[in-house]
C-alpha cells in the first residue's frame, strides 16, 4: 500500500510541508512551475537549497508583489484590524521564525491575531478577509474539484478554530496573512502535492508543538496557540525544552485534513525521502520529514468486551452503546440470547483498540446493569480507508475508500446521499446511478 508518512518532531506549517513533499516528486523544479503558473495574483513560488544540521533539504519561499509576506500562519484575527504588520520572525517568543521559521512567507497562520512585531522589513500592511471572500479566491483556480474541495475544508478547519478561540460566529472571522494570496499559496500547493502524490494512507507522527508563549495583539498567548490546540485537538501532541510556536494553525490544519490515522512510523519499504526546511536554526534540525513507501497489508490486535444482559430496556441498551462508541469503542453490538429461567436476553460486545479496554470497561459498568465483562483478544485483518470529497451534479459528496489484500472499495457517505435524494425528490438507488 502507498503511504506517506510525515514527521513532526519540530512541528509543521504550510511552507514546510509544501517544501518536505516537492522533495518526494521526480521533477520538483518543473512542479514549482506549475505553481507559479496557477495565476495567483502576486504570487511567486521560489524553491531553493538549505542545510540543517548537516542535513541538506528545501526551503520553499513564497512573495506577494515582489516581497515576503512575514510569516503568516497565525492569522486570522476575528475582528479586525490590527494591521499585524506580521514580521514573522515573530516575536514570538518562539524563536521559531515561526515559522518555522519556515520563511514562512508563509502563511503561517498565526492567526493568533498576532500583532506580532515580527521583525519584518517589508511591513506591509495585510489586508483582513473573511471567509467568504477567500472562497471566491479558491473558486477560480485552475484546480481540480477535489483540490478545491480540500483547499475550502482546510480553512474551515481554521475558521471553526478561530471562532472557537475568539468566541465569534466563523462568518465574523477575519483573516490576516492566512487569508492573503501568499497564504492561499501555501495551502493550495499543500493540497495539490497530496493529489498529485496520490498516496493511499497518510500517517502523521506525534506533533511537537513546542512550548512558552508568543505576543499577539490579544496579549501573551500559550503555546500551542488556542487556534492550533483547538484544531489538534484527539491527535497527539507534546512540548518540550524548545520555546516556541513550532506548529501553527495552517500546518495543523493541514495535518489534521490529510491524517489518515496519527501515530509512529510503519515498517515500510521507503521510496523517496523529502525535507522541508524552516528558516531558523535549532540544536535539531528545524525541518518535516517526509517519507514515501510502501506497507503490508494491515493487520492488528483488538480486544472483544462482552456482558449478559436481562433486566435494560431496549432504549436503554441503545443509549448505552452509543456512550460505547463515544468513548472510542470501534464496533458496538449485541446478540439475542436465552438466559437463566429461560429469560431472554442480549450479549452486548463492544470491539477496541488494545489500549482503551480498560476505558471502555468503565463506560459499560457506568451505562449497563452488568456485573461482570468477558474479554477475548483477537487479530483483525483490516482494509485501509481514507476520506475524501468528490464534486457531483449535486454538489460535494464524501467517499470513503478502502484499499488493501488486493482489493479496493468505495463507498458515499449515506448522510449525504440521503440528504441529496430528500432534495431532489429520488431515491437513494437514483442519486447514486447519477453520481456515479
Known amino acids: 500500500m502507498k503511504t506517506l508518512y510525515l514527521d513532526c518532531g519540530m512541528g509543521a506549517a504550510g511552507d514546510m510541508l509544501t517544501a518536505a513533499l516537492i522533495e518526494l516528486l521526480p ?8 505553481l507559479n503558473e496557477l495565476g495567483i495574483p502576486g504570487v511567486e513560488f521560489k524553491k531553493e537549497a538549505s542545510v540543517k544540521c548537516g542535513i541538506t533539504g528545501t526551503h520553499m519561499t513564497v512573495t506577494w ?3 515576503e509576506e512575514e510569516s503568516h500562519d497565525h492569522d486570522y484575527d476575528h475582528a479586525h484590524d490590527h494591521a499585524h504588520e506580521h514580521h514573522h520572525d515573530h516575536e514570538h517568543d518562539h524563536a521559531h521564525e515561526h515559522h518555522h521559521d519556515h520563511e514562512h512567507d508563509h502563511a503561517h497562520e498565526h492567526h493568533h491575531d498576532h500583532e506580532h512585531e515580527h521583525e519584518h522589513d517589508h511591513g506591509h500592511a495585510h489586508h483582513h478577509s473573511g471567509l467568504h471572500e477567500i472562497e471566491h479566491i479558491i473558486e477560480h483556480l485552475p484546480v481540480s474539484s477535489a483540490v478545491r474541495a480540500d483547499i475550502l475544508s482546510v480553512y474551515s478547519l481554521i475558521a471553526e478554530a478561530e471562532s472557537a478561540a475568539h468566541g465569534v460566529p466563523v462568518t465574523e472571522i477575519h483573516f490576516h496573512e492566512v487569508g492573503t494570496m501568499d497564504a492561499i499559496a501555501d495551502v493550495t ?14 500517517i502523521v507522527s506525534p506533533v511537537h508543538v513546542g512550548s512558552g508563549h508568543v505576543h499577539c495583539a490579544h496579549g501573551i498567548l500559550p503555546v500551542p496557540a488556542p487556534a492550533t490546540a483547538y484544531i489538534l485537538k484527539d491527535a497527539p501532541i507534546y512540548g518540550g525544552r524548545i520555546r516556541g510556536e513550532l506548529c501553527t494553525p495552517t500546518g495543523a490544519a493541514l495535518l489534521k485534513h490529510f491524517a489518515t490515522r496519527f501515530g509512529d512510523m510503519p515498517v515500510m519499504k521507503t521510496t523517496a525521502i523529502g525535507y522541508g526546511m524552516g528558516k531558523k536554526d535549532f540544536e535539531m534540525a528545524n525541518c518535516v520529514r517526509a517519507m514515501l513507501g510502501e506497507t503490508e497489508d494491515s493487520t492488528g490486535e483488538a480486544a472483544e468486551l462482552s456482558c449478559n444482559i436481562d433486566d ?24 439475542a440470547v436465552g438466559m437463566k429461567k429461560n429469560r431472554p436476553g442480549v450479549v452486548l460486545s463492544a470491539l477496541c483498540r488494545m489500549d482503551d479496554r480498560e476505558k471502555i470497561a ?4 457506568k451505562y449497563t446493569t452488568t456485573i461482570g465483562i468477558r474479554e477475548n ?5 483490516m482494509l485501509w480507508r481514507k476520506s475524501e470529497t468528490v464534486e457531483t451534479e449535486f454538489g460535494p459528496v464524501r467517499k470513503k475508500t478502502s484499499t488493501g489484500y488486493g482489493v479496493t472499495r468505495e463507498k458515499y457517505e449515506y448522510d449525504d446521499i440521503s440528504r441529496i435524494a430528500k432534495a ?7 442519486v447514486l446511478k447519477r453520481i456515479k
Open 424 to 430: 431532489q425528490g429520488i431515491s437513494v438507488a437514483e
Open 27 to 34: 521533477d520538483p523544479a518543473a512542479f514549482v512551475r506549475e
Open 312 to 335: 435494560m430496556t431496549a432504549e436503554a441498551i441503545g443509549f448505552a452503546m452509543d456512550r460505547l462508541y463515544d468513548a472510542g469503542a470501534l464496533e458496538v453490538y449485541t446478540t
Open 189 to 202: 500547493a499543500v493540497c495539490l502535492l497530496m493529489e498529485r502524490l496520490q498516496p493511499d494512507q497518510i
Open 362 to 365: 468503565r463506560e459499560i459498568f
Open 65 to 67: 508583489e515582489g516581497a
Open 377 to 381: 483478544v483477537m487479530k483483525r485483518y
